[in-house]
């Protein structure tokens, strides 16, 4: 994946890079390792001793989250340091593998990423619905809500919030 990173270097062969979280996830505004899956087991080394680190992210730059091996998981749940890791899914396939290991692993927070090219175009037809495996299985219902309604300030992350990260 080709982007934008600190003193106008443009790559896509990054693997590793540190900066801030900046999407609005739970790990928003925390000091952030973030790992392609390719390399995730940078975050197990020696090198890895960045003081003020306490999240990381597992699968950056839309990398392959079934690649993460679950040695990783282990030693970094059992890493007082680090408060969160992020593993971003983009199929119902890889939710459930993920949300199932996730019970397991209490740091973990799931970041499904749902591209929509040209959202505001198309945002007042398209309806983001949280469901559940089956009818009445384990939600108390379906929530759904207009893609406009979910474009807002407190939602957004604009592009050039993504170019402060350092490659390692």
């Given at each position: ?6 003193n ?13 979280e900046?999407?609005?996830s ?20 020696h ?13 950056a ?33 890889e ?17 499904w ?35 406009l ?20």
């Amino acid at each position: 994946m080709q982007r934008s990173y600190a003193n106008n270097i443009s790559s896509s062969t990054v693997t590793k890079f540190i900066g801030t979280e900046v999407e609005k996830s739970p790990a928003y505004g925390s000091r952030t390792l973030f790992v392609t899956s390719d390399d995730c087991q940078y975050a197990l080394s020696h090198e890895f001793d960045i003081d003020d680190v306490n999240h990381v992210y597992l699968n950056a730059n839309h990398s392959d989250p079934l690649n993460i091996p679950i040695r990783v998981l282990l030693l970094l749940q059992q890493n007082p340091n680090v408060k969160y890791m992020t593993i971003e899914v983009f199929t119902r396939e890889e939710f459930e593998l993920i949300a199932n290991i996730a019970l397991e692993f209490d740091k973990i927070l799931i970041m499904w990423s749902v591209a929509i090219p040209d959202v505001l175009s198309i945002g007042n037809r398209v309806t983001i619905k949280l469901d559940d495996s089956t009818f009445n299985h384990s939600n108390p219902g379906v929530y759904c809500m207009s893609a406009l309604e979910f474009i807002t300030n407190s939602h957004e992350t604009k592009w050039n919030e993504y170019t402060q990260d350092t490659p390692i």
